[in-house]
């Protein structure tokens, strides 16, 4: 059986460089290899209600920015199904079946949940939609039988989850559901992208990101403003490169051609490295080859975009038939949970005979 592939996005803003490296751009290549049975691609908007129940407007703005996101970084509804979360009902309700087979307590030691309630300062008052997001997300990926999920770094607990949920139920009522597993992206540096501040982690809620949409003037302003080595006073003071977010974001985005064509001074990052540790390189040049650099890779995408833009009700319309195909799987789907659960009494033929003879 070849692979099912499923992954997505909460719409509560533009999609910015961590979730490129992070799981786009393996999704791209994922796509164009055409190993794989079917390919989904979610927009989960019924979770980001979770944390914006207060703020419905702020989902319905962003689904198309995501969209968009989608389509600019190379994504084909011709190749992979589109579909939006909420307007699939079996996705609410494999999740109220699967939420019996989930403890409070694991759900709160579910290390993604705890890092986000904490980000959020929901310690004190937790909605419960938030705390089961873990449930949801397992219904979403095992609705589709999809095993393959690439996902960045900070999701694979949520995977693990979704795996022991698949455990829990084909235990219980048999042989279900397919266990998913996690896909990160090859090099280790691009599966959490720090933030320009020097973050953690590239955050839409933190303001530390540089989105795919960005226009050239944004880039150049957030670039000129990213956290370096704050010892790095004057050109001549030797530098620090480690935790320095110019080389970290060079780390992951910049190629031996680049140095060809944008700073020919240098054979490679090496030796660029190499220049800053010893002194005598200022963190301007740096961050002006950075831009260059991300220029050449966002371009592309940015001018995608533009194209779409001109559209948008083409892109509601790739939307809206990805959704529709994906709810027929879906239906089909909960059809066997139901069987295999043993509450599909209407088309349970041999209930009904079997109780007809009881009353005999």
Do not use: W
Request: with cysteine; glycine share 6%; net charge neutral.
């Amino acid at each position: 059986m070849k692979d099912i592939i499923l992954t997505g996005d909460r719409p509560t803003g533009r999609l910015h460089l961590g979730h490129y490296v992070g799981s786009l751009k393996n999704r791209v290549k994922m796509q164009n290899e055409a190993s794989y049975e079917k390919m989904y691609v979610m927009i989960a908007d019924s979770q980001a209600l979770t944390d914006n129940f207060d703020n419905p407007g702020k989902i319905r703005e962003n689904l198309v920015e995501v969209a968009l996101d989608y389509l600019s970084v190379g994504l084909d509804p011709n190749k992979v199904t589109f579909f939006v979360q909420s307007q699939i009902p079996e996705l609410t309700e494999l999740t109220f079946y699967f939420l019996n087979l989930v403890t409070l307590s694991r759900l709160e030691r579910n290390p993604t949940v705890k890092s986000e309630i904490k980000l959020r300062n929901f310690e004190n008052s937790l909605p419960a939609g938030f705390l089961i997001y873990p449930v949801s997300q397992a219904a979403d990926i095992l609705l589709f039988d999809a095993n393959i999920i690439p996902v960045g770094e900070d999701q694979e607990p949520m995977i693990e989850q979704a795996r022991e949920i698949a455990r829990s139920f084909n235990n219980i009522y048999g042989k279900t559901f397919v266990e998913p597993k996690a896909v990160l992206p090859e090099a280790k540096i691009a599966r959490r992208m720090p933030g320009i501040d020097g973050g953690a982690k590239m955050s839409k809620s933190l303001g530390n990101a540089i989105y795919l949409a960005d226009d050239k003037k944004t880039i150049k302003k957030k670039v000129m403003s990213m956290y370096t080595d704050p010892n790095h006073i004057n050109i001549d003071d030797p530098g620090k490169v480690e935790g320095n977010i110019v080389f970290t974001y060079l780390d992951v985005f910049s190629k031996p051609e680049h140095f060809e064509k944008f700073l020919p001074d240098y054979e490679n990052l090496d030796a660029l490295k190499d220049h800053y540790r010893k002194g005598g390189l200022g963190d301007v040049k740096c961050k002006k080859f950075l831009i260059k650099v991300l220029e050449e890779e966002l371009e592309p995408i940015r001018q995608r975009r533009m194209e779409y833009e001109k559209d948008l009700s083409k892109v509601f319309k790739i939307l809206e038939e990805g959704t529709a195909k994906a709810r027929k799987v879906g239906e089909e789907k909960v059809s066997q949970v139901k069987k295999a659960m043993g509450i599909n009494y209407f088309e349970d033929t041999d209930l009904i005979k079997s109780l007809e003879e009881k009353y005999k």
